[in-house]
């Protein structure tokens, strides 16, 4: 079955270690989104990239990077910078005819400590 | 810019009927979710509106008024398996979310 596989599930990283996410899909999805969430929060946008080798920063992009170098992956680092990366990440994709809203990874929980 | 309200917490009774409002003030619009969400997963799909007018599929309905910049999610026959966090999103070329209203569902 296609879908977007995040790993993962759990992390924990020592406090000014960068940390790379992994976001892969087989849906053939051209756009794919990185989420953080906090609770009691709604979810926020970090990065986007709508075609391969073309990715934007979303509302919160600081402390984060990414790379668009296949359409089938999506990864997100956090580096050092980011300053409170304790978070739970999403990953999305969305495209195809008729699909209208995204599909989610199962999500990293990431624990800095 | 975005700006997506919806309440906080909500509480009903197994069987009941609960109704979660959502208003929202956006640049663009192409289209309104729900999304629901236990605790540690993500979110799921629950409903899409573009159309003014009530979308129902089985206990769960949505509406929406683009005019009035205002949805709801009605869920009718409440089971403690609704209890989660249901998230009202609206996309433009993103979708962007809002905080997520609590539902508790009590025996």
């Known amino acids: 079955d296609g879908g977007i596989t995040q790993s993962p599930k759990y992390l924990f990283r020592k406090e000014g270690q960068n940390v790379t996410l992994s976001c892969e899909q087989n849906?053939?999805?051209?756009?794919m989104y990185w989420y953080r969430q906090d609770p009691g929060q709604g979810l926020r946008l970090i990065y986007y990239?709508?075609?391969?080798?073309?990715?934007q920063k979303g509302d919160i992009a600081e402390g984060y990077s990414v790379s668009r170098e296949k359409k089938e992956s999506f990864p997100l680092t956090v580096t050092s910078a980011q300053k409170n990366p304790t978070a739970f990440y999403l990953c999305?994709?969305?495209?195809?005819?008729?699909?209208?809203?995204?599909?989610f990874g199962s999500g990293t929980r990431l624990t800095v400590v | 810019g975005q700006n997506i309200d919806q309440p906080t917490e909500m509480t009903a009774t197994e069987g009941a009927i609960v109704q979660i409002n959502c208003t929202y003030q956006?640049?663009?619009?192409?289209?309104l979710f729900w999304y629901q969400q236990h605790a540690g997963e993500a979110p799921t799909f629950l409903s899409y509106?573009?159309?003014?007018g009530l979308e129902e599929k089985g206990r769960f309905s949505s509406f929406l008024s683009r005019s009035k910049g205002y949805s709801y999610l009605l869920l009718k026959e409440l089971q403690m398996k609704d209890s989660a966090s249901y998230l009202c999103?609206?996309?433009?070329?993103?979708?962007?979310f809002g905080a997520g209203t609590t539902v508790t569902v009590r025996a």
């Open positions: 849906l053939n999805h051209d756009a």
């Open positions: 999305a994709s969305i495209g195809g005819q008729g699909n209208y809203g995204y599909t």
């Open positions: 990239s709508q075609i391969v080798n073309d990715f």
């Open positions: 956006t640049s663009g619009f192409n289209g």
């Open positions: 999103a609206v996309k433009d070329y993103k979708l962007s």
């Open positions: 509106n573009v159309l003014d």
